[in-house]
């Protein structure tokens, strides 16, 4: 089935394509729709610069580089940076990019598209000095068609300009530039319409399911007959169901032709986070018994419901939503899209436990929704963060009124194919909440998602979810979404007789990862932003025993006990699963980055990482922090998170000093001690049986480095990523926890360093560098390779340290 395999994937290191830096050629082929990678070859400026949308400019001194880009990470950290350290503190500006390519004579009979998955922000496209379009939001994906103005057979030029120079416009890191893929697609003149397919299941059941397709063809040729055939393909790639359809259509140029078809599919196997089982719908297009497009959808079978007493229930099993919040930024790499990056972050979600992602607060990228089909998230799918009303001076408000509509409609035709996504949120804490505006917006942004969507529910993330709520009156929204207010989660049926809930936004609990302060049993609350009188601590840190907490939020285990009591509660979201550049509440400058997630920004976990995991998983848990150096007889609380057991006990130096059990709603166990430097052992027991046995050691001076991949081998692709994370050990292998040691990193072999971190909030070093400072004893350099296959050598070394060096290969 050559058409079929014709079809490029457009999941990023999947694809593929033949590109010289500068000068691109689209070849000939018998393909009837091509799909190609458009990143390689791209010249670069920052700043403005006159006539450079002419094809007769002069680039040849910009700099050559691939997409995604973001140039802001490449910058220098500063509080007089107008972004502000909310905004992660990075330079904004304006950038310029062209990119020549060339399409062959043989093409004039296809139609040419670019398409873009974000650009930030306020984009402008031309080709061949012919503006095509402009675009404010840099969240949004967008295409222009090319082909009236290409030169067949000769040079083309892409120039766009990117504007994100007035600030601030966002409340945290956005990031600069073409930061997502660009893809260059090419059809025939009767062809599936850009997001041109809509499936849903009904009538499913483990015997048999309904799939209904609507296809959208674009046609600009005169024909007599048109079809379409659609086969459904499992995941092993063998056909399981078919159908086809040929209607007579008469000299219809430039018209728009719909196919509706119904596919019955036998014993389906359904999707689920725990079994995220995806089939592949292929469509192919004929004209007058010629094929002439074939066009791929994702397919995952699954029915759910939100009930006003049970909650939420996926293939009608009860199913608690545990969920994050992110942002889109990937760390010290910025908001430059990398599948594995992204990939990665998802996989430590779902080792924690996790099986939900809220993107907040704006469309993800493709490739988000790509990968929480694959590995089973549940998505809320957010459009804005703000409406008609500024949140900060110069954000989307802006724009709202001219854009909003077409913004929404693209992120609901881009996504409502994939079957993780089971929310729409058209708001997060919009400021009209209590303005009777939302009483007129609302209902707009619903009609506009159920004009493409029925299939599933509509919310918006309230703080101020009480019944003044506007949004609430409106009655637009299917779920009433809590940010917060976690204490009055038992009174929601109270407040809203036989509505549906969610809690979009939760905790927001603030943890430094490594950093320790006694006692741990009193909660700290750090006063709101605007009153300059902040109580903290002089180097900026947060203490990570989960007791600090900003006047709006609730700790990690406070909110998870009042969440797990209700079934009608369906489930929630933290602030956040992964810290992220900007808003570094509780403080400001120096810090530059968050303290609310669950991971650091390198992605080393925190400790409430195993809290989460004893609690959302069934892999046996026991985790006893914090480290253990500290000044002879200074009071250390030891803590424990644990599941699969009845008891823990700890002892120091092989004595016992006690055993402790949860009683009650208690997640954790804590003992009080003297500290004593030596060996602290637990054990946990079930019926009396050992479980599980950790142990942590009083750690001498760093004496060496240790050089740990998560991936040893990678693809030769120029996007595949290594993180490597360094560990400052003592002579006997214990990490000292409070190592800071300068680390420098050299590397041999056809990779280099794309980026390096190492989860400190305050640092100001940069990102793009050969060296990092380690943070209480770790860091971490990511490696990212290119495309030729061989050996590629990393060695760390640090005065006074044994050096470490590790081998990855790329193939």
Same mark, same amino acid.
């Given at each position: 089935?050559?058409?079929?395999k014709?079809?490029?994937?457009?999941?990023?290191?999947?694809?593929?394509?033949?590109?010289?830096?500068?000068?691109?050629?689209?070849?000939?082929?018998?393909?009837v729709?091509?799909?190609?990678?458009?990143?390689?070859?791209?010249?670069?400026?920052?700043?403005?610069?006159?006539n450079?949308?002419q094809s007769?400019?002069?680039?040849? @001194?910009?700099?050559?580089?691939?997409?995604?880009?973001?140039?802001?990470?490449?910058g220098?950290?500063?509080?007089?940076?107008?972004?502000?350290?909310?905004? =992660?503190?990075?330079?904004?500006?304006?950038?310029?990019?062209?990119k020549?390519?060339?399409?062959?004579?043989?093409?004039?009979?296809?139609?040419i598209?670019?398409?873009?998955?974000?650009?930030?922000?306020?984009? /402008?496209?031309?080709?061949?000095?012919?503006?095509?379009?402009?675009?404010?939001?840099?969240?949004?994906s967008?295409?222009? +068609?090319? /082909?009236?103005?290409?030169?067949?057979?000769?040079?083309?030029? $892409?120039?766009?300009?990117?504007?994100?120079?007035?600030?601030?416009?966002?409340?945290?890191?956005?990031?600069?530039?073409?930061?997502r893929?660009?893809?260059?697609?090419?059809?025939?003149?009767?062809?599936?319409?850009?997001?041109?397919?809509?499936?849903? /299941?009904?009538?499913?059941s483990?015997?048999?399911?309904?799939?209904d397709?609507?296809?959208?063809?674009? @046609?600009n040729?005169?024909?007599s007959?048109?079809? *379409? +055939?659609?086969?459904?393909?499992?995941?092993?790639?063998?056909?399981?169901?078919? &159908?086809?359809?040929?209607?007579?259509?008469?000299?219809?140029?430039?018209?728009?032709?719909?196919?509706?078809?119904?596919i019955?599919?036998d014993?389906? $196997?359904?999707?689920?986070?725990?079994?995220?089982? !995806?089939?592949k719908?292929?469509?192919?297009?004929?004209?007058?018994?010629k094929?002439?497009?074939?066009?791929?959808?994702?397919?995952?079978?699954?029915?759910?419901?939100?009930d006003?007493d049970?909650?939420?229930?996926?293939?009608?099993?009860?199913?608690? #939503?545990?969920?994050?919040?992110?942002?889109?930024?990937?760390?010290?790499?910025?908001?430059?899209?990398?599948?594995?990056a992204? +990939?990665?972050? !998802?996989?430590?979600?779902k080792e924690?436990?996790?099986?939900?992602?809220?993107?907040?607060?704006?469309?993800p990228?493709?490739?988000?929704?790509?990968?929480?089909?694959?590995?089973?998230?549940?998505?809320?799918?957010?459009?804005?963060?703000?409406?008609?009303?500024?949140?900060?001076?110069?954000d989307?408000?802006?724009?709202?009124?001219?854009?909003?509509?077409?913004?929404?409609?693209?992120?609901?035709?881009?996504?409502?194919?994939?079957?993780s996504?089971?929310?729409?949120?058209?708001?997060?804490?919009?400021?009209?909440?209590?303005?009777t505006?939302?009483?007129?917006?609302?209902?707009?942004?619903?009609?506009?998602?159920?004009? !493409?969507?029925?299939?599933?529910?509509? %919310?918006t993330?309230?703080?101020?979810?009480?019944?003044? @709520?506007? $949004?609430?009156?409106?009655?637009?929204i299917?779920?009433?979404?809590?940010?917060?207010?976690e204490?009055?989660?038992?009174?929601?049926?109270?407040?809203?007789?036989?509505?549906?809930? *969610?809690?979009?936004?939760?905790?927001?609990?603030?943890q430094?990862?490594?950093?320790?302060?006694?006692?741990?049993?009193?909660?700290? *609350?750090w006063?709101?932003r605007?009153?300059?009188?902040?109580?903290?601590?002089?180097?900026? /840190?947060?203490?990570?025993?989960?007791?600090?907490?900003?006047?709006?939020?609730?700790?990690?285990?406070?909110?998870?006990?009042?969440?797990?009591?209700?079934n009608?509660?369906?489930?929630?979201?933290?602030?956040?699963?992964?810290?992220?550049?900007?808003?570094?509440?509780?403080y400001s400058?120096?810090?530059?980055?968050?303290?609310?997630?669950?991971i650091?920004?390198?992605?080393?976990?925190?400790?409430?990482?195993?809290?989460?995991?004893?609690?959302?998983?069934?892999?046996?848990?026991?985790?006893?922090?914090?480290?253990?150096?500290?000044?002879?007889?200074?009071t250390?609380? #030891?803590?424990?998170?644990?599941?699969?057991?009845?008891?823990?006990?700890?002892?120091?130096?092989?004595?016992?000093?006690? #055993?402790?059990?949860?009683?009650?709603?208690?997640?954790?166990?804590?003992?009080r001690?003297k500290?004593?430097?030596?060996?602290?052992?637990?054990?946990?027991?079930?019926?009396?049986?050992? &479980?599980l046995?950790?142990?942590?050691?009083?750690?001498?001076?760093?004496a060496?480095?240790?050089?740990?991949?998560?991936?040893?081998?990678?693809?030769?692709?120029?996007?595949?990523?290594?993180?490597?994370?360094?560990?400052?050990?003592?002579?006997?292998?214990?990490?000292?926890?409070?190592?800071s040691?300068?680390?420098?990193?050299?590397?041999?072999? @056809?990779?280099?360093i794309?980026?390096?971190?190492n989860?400190?909030?305050?640092?100001?070093?940069?990102?793009?560098?050969?060296?990092?400072?380690a943070?209480?004893?770790?860091?971490l350099?990511?490696v990212?390779?290119?495309?030729t296959?061989?050996?590629? %050598?990393? %060695?760390?070394?640090?005065? =006074?340290?044994?050096?470490?060096?590790?081998t990855?290969?790329?193939?």
């Amino acid at each position: 089935m050559p058409a079929i395999k014709a079809i490029l994937c457009r999941v990023g290191k999947l694809s593929f394509l033949l590109l010289v830096p500068v000068l691109f050629t689209l070849k000939s082929s018998a393909q009837v729709r091509s799909i190609i990678n458009f990143d390689k070859g791209w010249h670069f400026h920052l700043g403005d610069t006159t006539n450079a949308e002419q094809s007769t400019f002069t680039d040849a @001194n910009w700099r050559v580089l691939n997409l995604p880009h973001d140039w802001s990470v490449e910058g220098t950290f500063s509080k007089d940076n107008p972004a502000t350290p909310e905004g =992660g503190a990075l330079p904004g500006g304006i950038g310029w990019y062209r990119k020549t390519f060339t399409v062959p004579v043989s093409a004039k009979s296809k139609l040419i598209y670019i398409d873009f998955d974000g650009v930030y922000q306020k984009s /402008t496209v031309w080709v061949n000095g012919h503006e095509l379009g402009f675009r404010p939001n840099g969240y949004i994906s967008f295409r222009y +068609e090319l /082909t009236p103005y290409l030169n067949f057979g000769g040079q083309n030029t $892409i120039a766009v300009k990117v504007d994100n120079s007035v600030q601030p416009n966002s409340r945290w890191y956005s990031g600069s530039g073409i930061y997502r893929n660009v893809w260059l697609v090419t059809t025939g003149k009767t062809a599936i319409d850009h997001w041109g397919t809509y499936v849903t /299941t009904s009538e499913v059941s483990a015997q048999s399911a309904k799939v209904d397709l609507k296809v959208k063809i674009r @046609n600009n040729v005169s024909l007599s007959k048109i079809g *379409i +055939e659609t086969k459904i393909y499992d995941a092993l790639g063998k056909i399981v169901a078919a &159908v086809g359809n040929i209607i007579s259509k008469k000299d219809q140029q430039d018209s728009i032709i719909n196919f509706d078809q119904v596919i019955p599919l036998d014993k389906p $196997i359904l999707w689920s986070v725990d079994h995220p089982y !995806l089939y592949k719908i292929v469509t192919q297009v004929t004209v007058d018994g010629k094929m002439v497009d074939d066009y791929t959808t994702p397919l995952g079978i699954r029915y759910f419901n939100f009930d006003a007493d049970k909650g939420f229930s996926l293939n009608g099993k009860h199913l608690k #939503i545990l969920g994050v919040c992110d942002h889109h930024d990937l760390g010290s790499l910025g908001s430059a899209l990398n599948y594995r990056a992204l +990939e990665r972050q !998802l996989q430590e979600l779902k080792e924690m436990g996790c099986n939900a992602i809220r993107t907040s607060h704006n469309p993800p990228a493709p490739e988000l929704l790509e990968l929480t089909d694959k590995m089973g998230f549940i998505v809320m799918d957010e459009a804005f963060d703000c409406w008609e009303w500024a949140k900060v001076k110069y954000d989307y408000h802006l724009y709202f009124k001219q854009w909003h509509k077409r913004d929404l409609e693209d992120q609901v035709l881009r996504d409502r194919n994939h079957p993780s996504v089971i929310i729409w949120s058209i708001g997060n804490e919009i400021p009209q909440q209590a303005d009777t505006s939302a009483l007129r917006i609302a209902p707009d942004l619903a009609a506009i998602v159920h004009s !493409l969507d029925k299939t599933r529910p509509i %919310t918006t993330a309230n703080d101020r979810p009480d019944t003044n @709520n506007k $949004i609430v009156k409106s009655g637009a929204i299917d779920l009433i979404g809590y940010n917060y207010h976690e204490y009055d989660y038992a009174k929601f049926h109270d407040r809203y007789p036989g509505k549906k809930f *969610i809690a979009t936004e939760t905790t927001s609990d603030l943890q430094t990862r490594g950093h320790y302060d006694m006692p741990s049993d009193s909660i700290r *609350i750090w006063p709101s932003r605007g009153d300059d009188k902040f109580v903290g601590n002089a180097d900026n /840190t947060v203490s990570a025993y989960d007791n600090v907490r900003p006047p709006w939020g609730s700790t990690h285990e406070a909110t998870w006990k009042a969440m797990k009591k209700y079934n009608m509660l369906s489930g929630f979201f933290i602030w956040t699963g992964w810290d992220y550049l900007g808003e570094p509440t509780p403080y400001s400058w120096p810090s530059r980055s968050s303290y609310f997630g669950i991971i650091d920004l390198a992605g080393f976990p925190k400790d409430v990482y195993y809290m989460y995991q004893s609690e959302w998983t069934n892999k046996p848990v026991l985790h006893i922090f914090p480290h253990w150096n500290w000044t002879p007889g200074q009071t250390i609380d #030891i803590w424990a998170y644990y599941n699969h057991a009845d008891e823990v006990e700890l002892y120091v130096n092989g004595k016992s000093v006690g #055993i402790k059990k949860k009683t009650g709603d208690d997640l954790h166990v804590m003992w009080r001690l003297k500290f004593e430097p030596g060996t602290l052992k637990a054990v946990s027991r079930k019926d009396g049986k050992v &479980v599980l046995t950790q142990k942590i050691h009083t750690a001498g001076k760093p004496a060496k480095i240790e050089l740990n991949a998560d991936r040893s081998v990678i693809n030769a692709d120029g996007k595949d990523l290594s993180f490597v994370t360094v560990k400052i050990l003592d002579k006997d292998g214990n990490v000292v926890p409070d190592a800071s040691n300068l680390v420098n990193f050299k590397i041999n072999g @056809n990779a280099f360093i794309a980026s390096v971190d190492n989860g400190d909030p305050v640092s100001h070093d940069p990102f793009k560098a050969d060296y990092r400072k380690a943070f209480n004893g770790l860091a971490l350099a990511i490696v990212q390779a290119k495309e030729t296959p061989g050996n590629i %050598t990393f %060695t760390a070394t640090a005065d =006074g340290l044994q050096p470490a060096t590790i081998t990855i290969k790329a193939k």
